[in-house]
């Protein structure tokens, strides 16, 4: 079965303080990766498609990166108003898209 | 790019009474547009696949005759909650799906609708 696993459910970091929010998957025919923000109250905000092994993007201070059994989000110098729900999800070779739990993170000024 | 609307974006209604949600994609056409919803401080559950044209197909443990769908066109989809009732209360999302390579389709979001039932 299609699995989305996000690692840590919640995570919390003082300004400035680097990290990475994890995304275990497994999946039948990986056609691509997601991630999305989620601010509290709003729907969620495109990121990242990551389409195969190796594969990285970057985006101001987030940069994810791919591997055949999970993705990372790495979150440089973070700033309060990175403070948000990441979300990720992985689209199966039959174009359905599984979305993990998600990770709260918490960025303290 | 790849912009998507809902609207009401928040909405209180009695019980007893139906509501329409809409969800426009608005620079582009989409054949297919999804339907979450979602509870706080949890991940989006999939309510129903809409297919533009077709009916709907609803996930499991999802009543279709209180949840109706119509994908009239390809930038509009609507759920309509019938004879709402309290635990009918929730942040409704849509989504509107656009190819972006040969080999994947990746959602675009709507900013949610949040249905209070009195």
């Known amino acids: 079965e299609d699995q989305v696993t996000q690692s840590p459910e919640a995570l919390r970091l003082q300004e400035g303080e680097s990290s990475s929010l994890n995304c275990s998957y497994t999946?039948?025919?990986?056609?691509?990766l997601f991630w999305y923000r989620q601010d509290p109250g709003k729907g969620p905000e495109f990121l990242f498609t990551?389409?195969?092994a190796g594969e990285e993007k970057e985006k101001e201070r987030l940069k994810a990166t791919l591997t055949k059994k999970e993705s990372f989000l790495h979150i440089t110098a973070p700033k309060p108003e990175d403070s948000a729900t990441y979300l990720c999800a992985v689209q199966n070779g039959g174009f359905k898209t599984i979305f993990g739990a998600g990770t709260r993170l918490f960025v303290k000024a | 790019g790849a912009v998507v609307s809902q609207h009401p974006s928040r909405v209180i209604c009695k019980s007893g009474t139906s509501v329409k949600i809409e969800c426009r994609s608005l620079?582009?056409?989409?054949?297919?547009m999804f339907w979450y919803r979602q509870f706080p401080k949890k991940s989006l559950m999939l309510m129903a696949t809409s297919n533009e044209g077709s009916k709907a197909t609803y996930e499991q443990g999802v009543e279709k005759d209180k949840f109706l769908i119509n994908h009239a066109s390809l930038t509009l989809s609507t759920l309509t909650v019938t004879s709402a009732h309290p635990e009918d209360s929730s942040f409704y999302i849509c989504s509107a799906q656009l190819p972006t390579s040969g080999s994947t389709d990746t959602q675009y979001f709507g900013p949610g609708t949040r249905l209070t039932v009195l």
């Open positions: 990551l389409y195969s």
């Open positions: 999946v039948s025919g990986l056609r691509g």
């Open positions: 620079d582009f056409q989409a054949t297919t």
